[in-house]
């Protein structure tokens, strides 16, 4: 007989239904998504439910507990709390085994609801194997602590170092004590120590078993980068920006060799395998060879052409250092010879490793991705893709099979790491997408990013344009009505327009003197309304391509603006924190209102199809309903949490939707006007901007992980 208390059957029923050998009934309870939704909610996290689906040993069961372990960050602390459900949906509806437990979650579940009308372009690699996160900011330094790799230790910006169990990525300890970002972490050969390096210049020891300090190491008179143990643990050096490495005993820690060479700061350091030789490597592009115990220099390596951020010996005392150059370079370090140049990232390289089972290495960068290298041909044999920023730091775990990493992006990531060849690889990141547009029939989407390309894409598939020509990234992008011609601005100050299909080069038009955040169509095609950095609207002929008015409405920054549905007004927003509301005319036009409310920078800004109202968000958290006539506010909608960047309103009419640096897209309704969400869904990253389509079911949304098409089920 089982107890009656509710909490001892949602911990233990799925043991009881498993040592009862009803195994058919523990299937299906464990792979119900309607289980899966009120256990995780009712214990703030995954890892109850990824316990339960260890019981079953059905295929449906093992493709849920991967996706849950996956994406068990994204699903934790879940607010509005009505965005778990479709939140898990989103996670594993791709997934073939697990479309009945959809199914059935879908024909059961309350509407409104919003999911998915694509694959999410965040979904994880299948080599990623978990998401930790707790810190606040970027994380800096991570390492594998123990010699069988069950704990993990991070730090970041936050000044607080972590202790994590692998295998279920609960916390163990946070240690706290720095007075400064924790750049550097390296833990002793038997893992029982950690050592944390940190910008208030000390350098902390901490003991693994209960997070206890152990002792502070004073010398550096500048930020300390990086630290690193001899392979016997009995000394511990440290890189710091005032140009020195200093080598500490462990038996006497309070007294340290200084090694000096650099020319600037010293950002890398290694000892060699015997635990004779420091590797350092710094802002002045050298790599300096020192012995351990004397402090005398050996030899100096050049031919980075940019600072070298690590550097790393393998097991037979070949030297690898990664460089802001965007290369890594293998050295003799008997010699000083460079041995091999290997080339890939997109970018500055931050981190490497040497496999300890293989001829491999893995290195990181700030293209978010990383690269593991066949070391006997000197060629990429797998990439690595999640984060959405910068990687700051990789470690291997001691048997080689698994990879850890630290991302700018306040993630710490788990990954298998296959020892073999996986074949042939294609790089399937999406860049950052900052701004969308549908086209006017619906058939087509035009997106922007950071690489200066805009992409014009079939909504249901299949690749139609890129059109390239802008120096920078692209914060803004217009469809015209028929979806013949595109619109884009950005950072290189331009407004370029586009012929669709053909995607010949229409016109360029110049006069901002900064960057152009913002774009707006009239409805019959004729006018362009462009907002600028330089805070002024500025009102375009778009046959002849000339400038036909300049308006300074704002004192600051315009991020955004919007025609009515007439063509006669056009709403701004900016920096100031106002909603400005004018006459679209050619003389400049009289002010005609300015709504204030929201007391801090407003990013987005549209009107509604029936032009009597109109819909701003902003730095404020909120978003709010204006009456486009009076100026009065008739709703505002809380529920984020941070900016808001984007948001738009229905063809219909009957709803609102926005996105939040949150990770947040949220659907509110303009018929009822409840200040609460009537329905939410939470992806890996924050959003830029959203548009509706004009069936007023599908959702565009532009993020850090790429374009998210959503759909609205009533």
Not at 175 to 203: E, N, Q, Y
Request: proline share 5%.
């Amino acid at each position: 007989m089982l107890p009656h208390e509710p909490e001892y059957l949602w911990r233990y029923l799925p043991m009881h239904l498993h040592a009862a050998g009803r195994i058919e009934a523990l299937d299906r309870l464990v792979c119900d998504l309607r289980w899966v939704e009120a256990k995780t909610r009712r214990f703030g996290s995954s890892l109850p439910v990824e316990s339960d689906l260890t019981l079953s040993v059905s295929e449906p069961a093992k493709e849920l507990c991967r996706a849950l372990t996956q994406a068990s960050y994204v699903l934790g602390d879940m607010e509005p709390p009505m965005a778990l459900g479709p939140t898990i949906v989103s996670r594993v509806g791709h997934i073939p085994a697990l479309a009945p437990a959809v199914a059935g979650y879908l024909a059961n579940v309350a509407r409104p609801l919003l999911r998915p009308a694509a694959p999410l372009p965040d979904l994880p690699r299948p080599e990623q194997l978990r998401v930790f996160v707790g810190h606040r900011g970027a994380v800096l330094a991570v390492a594998f602590v123990s010699p069988d790799g069950s704990v993990i230790a991070s730090a970041g910006e936050d000044r607080t170092a972590r202790l994590w169990n692998a295998a279920d990525g609960s916390a163990r300890t946070t240690l706290v004590g720095h007075r400064g970002w924790i750049s550097g972490l390296a833990c002793s050969p038997g893992g029982t120590m950690v050592a944390t390096a940190a910008s208030d210049k000390a350098i902390r020891i901490w003991q693994v078993a209960d997070g206890a300090l152990v002792t502070v190491l004073r010398g550096h008179v500048n930020s300390v980068h990086r630290v690193a143990f001899s392979p016997d643990g009995s000394l511990l050096a440290s890189a710091g920006d005032d140009r020195t490495v200093r080598v500490w005993r462990m038996s006497e820690p309070h007294q340290s060799i200084i090694l000096r060479g650099h020319t600037g700061g010293v950002y890398g350091v290694a000892f060699a395998p015997g635990g004779d030789l420091v590797a350092s490597s710094g802002s002045d592009r050298m790599i300096h060879i020192f012995d351990a115990r004397s402090g005398k220099s050996l030899r100096t390596l050049s031919g980075h052409g940019g600072s070298v951020w690590d550097v790393r010996f393998d097991a037979g005392g070949r030297l690898a250092s990664a460089s802001a150059d965007g290369t890594v370079r293998l050295w003799d370090a008997t010699t000083g010879e460079q041995t091999m140049v290997l080339s890939g990232h997109r970018g500055s390289v931050s981190s490497l490793r040497f496999s300890p089972i293989d001829d491999s290495l893995v290195s990181a960068g700030a293209d978010g991705t990383i690269r593991v290298w066949d070391l006997a041909t000197g060629t990429e044999r797998m990439l690595l893709t999640g984060h959405t920023s910068v990687v700051q730091e990789v470690d291997i775990a001691p048997d080689g099979r698994r990879l850890v990493s630290a991302g700018a992006d306040g993630t710490v990531r788990l990954w298998d790491l296959p020892t073999h060849d996986v074949g042939e690889f294609r790089d399937q990141r999406e860049d950052t997408v900052t701004a969308l547009a549908f086209s006017g029939d619906g058939g087509m989407i035009a997106t922007t990013g950071e690489g200066g390309v805009v992409a014009v894409t079939e909504v249901d598939g299949g690749f139609r344009l890129k059109l390239t020509g802008h120096a920078g990234t692209v914060f803004a992008v217009v469809f015209s009505v028929d979806g013949h011609l595109v619109g884009s601005a950005g950072a290189d100050r331009s407004i370029r327009l586009w012929n669709v299909p053909s995607g010949t080069l229409r016109g360029v038009l110049t006069g901002h003197d900064r960057r152009i955040l913002g774009l707006a169509l009239s409805p019959d095609n004729r006018l362009l309304a462009s907002a600028g950095e330089d805070a002024t609207v500025r009102l375009w002929d778009v046959e002849h391509g000339r400038q036909l008015a300049v308006l300074r409405h704002h004192e600051g920054p315009v991020t955004a603006i919007a025609f009515d549905p007439s063509g006669r007004l056009l709403a701004s927003c900016g920096e100031d924190g106002s909603v400005q509301v004018f006459p679209a005319g050619t003389d400049g036009g009289s002010r005609q209102l300015k709504l204030a409310g929201h007391g801090a920078v407003v990013r987005a800004v549209c009107f509604a199809p029936d032009g009597r109202t109109l819909l701003s968000s902003g730095d404020d958290a909120a978003v709010r309903l204006w009456d486009a006539d009076s100026g009065l506010q008739l709703a505002r909608f809380n529920g984020h949490v941070g900016s808001v960047p984007g948001a738009d309103v229905s063809p219909d009419g009957q709803f609102a939707v926005s996105v939040g640096a949150d990770r947040t897209v949220r659907v509110w309704s303009l018929t009822r006007f409840a200040s609460d969400s009537v329905c939410a869904l939470r992806v890996t990253s924050p959003l830029r901007a959203v548009r509706w389509h004009r069936d007023s079911r599908r959702i565009g949304a532009a993020g850090e992980a790429g374009f998210y098409l959503f759909t609205l089920n009533t």
